[in-house]
């Protein structure tokens, strides 16, 4: 029986052919996983940048109808002027942005967050005709940004690592850089010399 396993014509892959198929996967994984990490962080960016922008989409719709932005029920219930936003993460916390009218929180702006996505969101209780936002997802590179005076979308990239920095967001004082676009219709040097 063994004879017959050894017969000519019969052979398996040598290891020079072997050795090839190995290098041969060992380039393609090398090319694969980065590629595959990066997808993994663009589709948590771009699940933080939804958020942000539903936000603002809220917020607007909010302040068509009662001509003053919601705030957080933490800034509602504060009594000095400075504002400090509830800090969000979603969606398991079912949290709400509530509107605060004569310090009686009686209207809700609810806010749906994805999950992983850390969002902080701050309105001045006192005139409530501003707000600032600011998102991030806890395994994504980029932190965005909105306020009530542009309609861009502020990012911030240079300085986050994936995995950190989700649970302290820079609202006070901190605006990320607008974000460029590349749509054809707007002149980037004339809108800036304005």
């Known amino acids: 029986m063994l004879q017959r396993m050894h017969q000519k014509g019969q052979?398996?892959?040598?290891?020079?052919?072997?050795?090839?198929?190995?290098?041969?996967i060992?380039?393609?994984?090398?090319?694969?996983?980065?590629?595959?990490?990066?997808y993994r962080i663009r589709g948590f960016n771009s699940s933080a940048l939804?958020?942000?922008r539903n936000l603002t989409t809220a917020q607007e719709a909010f302040f068509a109808d009662?001509?003053?932005?919601?705030?957080t029920h933490e800034a509602a219930d504060v009594t000095e002027v400075k504002a400090t936003g509830d800090l969000l993460e979603g969606p398991s916390t079912g949290a709400m942005?509530?509107?605060q009218w004569a310090r009686q929180a009686h209207?809700?702006?609810?806010?749906?967050?994805?999950?992983?996505?850390?969002?902080?969101?701050?309105?001045?209780?006192?005139?409530?005709?501003?707000?600032?936002?600011?998102?991030?997802?806890?395994?994504?590179n980029t932190m965005y940004g909105a306020t009530n005076t542009s309609t861009a979308i502020h990012r911030d990239q240079e300085t986050l690592v994936p995995g950190q920095g989700g649970d302290v967001l820079p609202i006070t004082g901190y605006m990320p850089e607008p974000h460029e676009t590349d749509d054809p219709f707007i002149d980037h040097e004339e809108f800036e010399a304005q």
Do not use: C
């Open 107 to 140: 209207q809700q702006l609810p806010l749906a967050i994805g999950n992983g996505v850390v969002m902080q969101a701050d309105v001045i209780p006192a005139t409530a005709v501003s707000y600032v936002a600011i998102s991030k997802h806890l395994q994504g």
């Open 97 to 99: 942005v509530l509107a």
């Open 11 to 24: 052979g398996g892959f040598t290891l020079v052919e072997l050795m090839i198929v190995v290098a041969i």
């Open 26 to 38: 060992g380039i393609l994984a090398a090319v694969a996983i980065p590629q595959f990490a990066q």
């Open 50 to 52: 939804s958020d942000v």
């Open 66 to 71: 009662w001509l003053r932005y919601a705030v």
